[in-house]
C-alpha cells in the first residue's frame, strides 16, 4: 500500500499562480479573437448536426468574451513518468460576454454572462535540449467543467429551457470531445515535434465495485405520485448508473430494498487519478424514475482510503441518511504478456490490457491537393477508429498531413486469446487508397512491446503510427 500511496501523493503540494494570471491577463485581447474565431468554426457545425428543428439554423453573429480574463488559482506541479511535467489547476471564469446568435424562424439569443469553472491538467512534454525546452503543451480538463449560461434577448425567459440545455449541452460537448481527459487539447511549441514522444498514456485500470447502499428512502415527485408516497410506504427498487471519465456504466435493480446490496465490478480505463466517480442510485419506476440521491468521489480519494469508502447520498443538494459503499482497486499498465493470463482477466468485462495506437501523419499521399482529404482509419477486430480529415489550407501540406491522434483500445480475454492484427487504412474522403495489416505478435514482440515506425500502404505512400501493448498488474 505504501507504494500506492507514494505514487497518488508525488506532488509539492498547492503553489499560487499568480504569474499565470498576469499573462492571461497581459493576452487577453488575443484570446479574445483567437477564442472567438475557434468557437465559431467549430460551434455552428455542431448547431446543425446537433440542434432540433429550427435552432439547427443558429449561427453567430457576435462573439465577444469580454475584458475580464479567466484566472487560475491552486496549481499543483508533478513529474510524469513519460519524460514531463504536469501542472493541475483550478480554472475559473466569470466573463461578461457579449454573443449574439441568430437563425431562420429562430428569433435573436444573446448571451451576456458566462461562468466555466472546471480543474485543469497542462502537460509540458517531451523535455528537449533546445529552446524553448518543452516540445508541446497539451490541456484538459481532468473532470468536465460546469458552466452557466446567461440569456438576453428573446431567449432570456427561455433560461434553464430548451435554448439553455441545448446549447450548453453543445458547448461541452465541444469541450470534452477536445479537452476533456483522455482527450487533450495539442499546441505545439516546437513545429517540429514528434507526437509519438508527446502522447502521455493512460495511468491504468480502475476496478470499480458498487457493494451496497443503506436506509435509502424515495424522494417521489410531486403530484399524485407524492401525494400516494406519504399513504402507502414506497419500498425502492434501487439501481446505480456510474460515470467515470467517458464511460457510462448501470448495475442491475435490487427490488424492494431499502438496503441493496450490489457487489457488481466494472473496469474503467484511468487516465488521472483525479478523474471523479459519480454514482447516481435511482428507484426504478414505471411512471418515471426517481432520484434517490448522488455519491461522489475520485479515483485518488478512494484509493487512499485502503479502496473502500462509504459516501452520503446527497438529493438536491443536501444530504441524506443513505449511504453507498464503493470498493476499488488500481492495476497499472506493464509491458508484460504474462499480465494477460491473470487468474481475474478470464471474468466477463474484465479488462487485462490496453493496445494503445497513435497516428502521427501520412506521407506522400497521391492526388491533387485541392481536392484530397485524407484520413486514417485503425481497425482491431470488431473496433474502428478514425482520425479527423484533413483538407488544403494555408501552412499546412495536405499531401503529408499530421494527425497525431490517439486511439485506445481495451483488451479482454478472449482478445488476449485471439490477437487479432492491426489494420491502416488510409481513405481519401470515402475512398481507399491503400492498408497494411499489423500483426499483433510483432508489436509483443517489439522492445517494450512499443512498435513505431512508417508503414508502407502502398504506391510509395506511408503512415507513422505507433502501436503500444500493455497488460495489467495489481497495485497494493
Known amino acids: 500500500m505504501s507504494s500506492l500511496v507514494d505514487h497518488l501523493t508525488a506532488s509539492g503540494g498547492s503553489e499560487s499562480i499568480g504569474f499565470l494570471n498576469d499573462i492571461v491577463a497581459q493576452l487577453w485581447p488575443n484570446i479574445n479573437v483567437a477564442g472567438s474565431d475557434m468557437t465559431k468554426k467549430i460551434a455552428e457545425p455542431m ?13 453567430f453573429v457576435k462573439i465577444d468574451l469580454g475584458k475580464k480574463p479567466m484566472t487560475f488559482h491552486n496549481v499543483d506541479v508533478h513529474k510524469t513518468e513519460h519524460e514531463g511535467i504536469k501542472l493541475d489547476m483550478d480554472l475559473d471564469w466569470d466573463g461578461e460576454c457579449d454573443i449574439e446568435l441568430d437563425g431562420k424562424m429562430v428569433p435573436k439569443v444573446g448571451v451576456e454572462h458566462v461562468k466555466l469553472q472546471g480543474r485543469l491538467s497542462v502537460l509540458l512534454c517531451p523535455l528537449t535540449n ?6 508541446a503543451a497539451q490541456v484538459a480538463f481532468i473532470n468536465p467543467p460546469s458552466l452557466k449560461l446567461d440569456f438576453t434577448d428573446a431567449a432570456n425567459i427561455a433560461d434553464c429551457s430548451i435554448i439553455d440545455k441545448c446549447v450548453r449541452k453543445i458547448m461541452l460537448s465541444i469541450i470534452s470531445s477536445m479537452a476533456v481527459i483522455p482527450n487533450r487539447f495539442l499546441v505545439k511549441l516546437d513545429a517540429a515535434n514528434d507526437y509519438l514522444k508527446t502522447f502521455q498514456y493512460d495511468e491504468g485500470v480502475l476496478r470499480l465495485t458498487v457493494e451496497k447502499a443503506s436506509k435509502v428512502v424515495v424522494s417521489k415527485k410531486g403530484g399524485a405520485g407524492g401525494f400516494l408516497s406519504k399513504i402507502i410506504k414506497d419500498t425502492p427498487d434501487c439501481y446505480c448508473k456510474v460515470d467515470f471519465g467517458p464511460e457510462e456504466w448501470k448495475t442491475s435493480t435490487k427490488k424492494n430494498e431499502t438496503d441493496p446490496e450490489w457487489n457488481e465490478t466494472k473496469d474503467f480505463l484511468l487516465s488521472d487519478h483525479d478523474q471523479a466517480i459519480f454514482v447516481d442510485v435511482q428507484d426504478d419506476d414505471l411512471a418515471g424514475d426517481d432520484d434517490i440521491g448522488i455519491a461522489t468521489t475520485t479515483a485518488k480519494k478512494i484509493l487512499l482510503a485502503g479502496g473502500t469508502e462509504e459516501l452520503t447520498l446527497v438529493h438536491n443538494g443536501s444530504n441524506t441518511s443513505a449511504k453507498l459503499t464503493l470498493n476499488a482497486q488500481l492495476h497499472k499498465f506493464v509491458p508484460d504478456i504474462a499480465s494477460f493470463t491473470a487468474d481475474d482477466a ?32 485503425i481497425t482491431w477486430g470488431d473496433k474502428t477508429f478514425s482520425t479527423a480529415k484533413k483538407s488544403d489550407c494555408p501552412g499546412t501540406d495536405v499531401t503529408n498531413p499530421s494527425f497525431d491522434s490517439a486511439f485506445r483500445f481495451p483488451i479482454d480475454s478472449e482478445a488476449a486469446g485471439t490477437q487479432p492484427p492491426f489494420n491502416i487504412t488510409l481513405l481519401d474522403g470515402g475512398d481507399k487508397v491503400g492498408s497494411v495489416e499489423v500483426p499483433f505478435a510483432d508489436v509483443l514482440a517489439a522492445p517494450e512491446m512499443v512498435l513505431a515506425d512508417k508503414f508502407d500502404i502502398g504506391d510509395g505512400t506511408t503512415v507513422r503510427a505507433s502501436f503500444c501493448v500493455r497488460g495489467t498488474e495489481l497495485i497494493e
Open 346 to 377: 478470464a471474468t466477463e468485462g474484465r479488462i487485462c490490457g490496453l493496445a494503445t495506437v497513435l497516428v502521427a501523419g501520412a506521407f506522400d499521399v497521391k492526388g491533387d491537393r485541392s481536392e484530397l482529404t485524407p484520413s486514417v482509419k
Open 47 to 59: 448547431f446543425a448536426e446537433m440542434l432540433p428543428g429550427p435552432l439547427a439554423s443558429l449561427k
Open 130 to 135: 533546445v529552446i524553448p525546452l518543452v516540445g
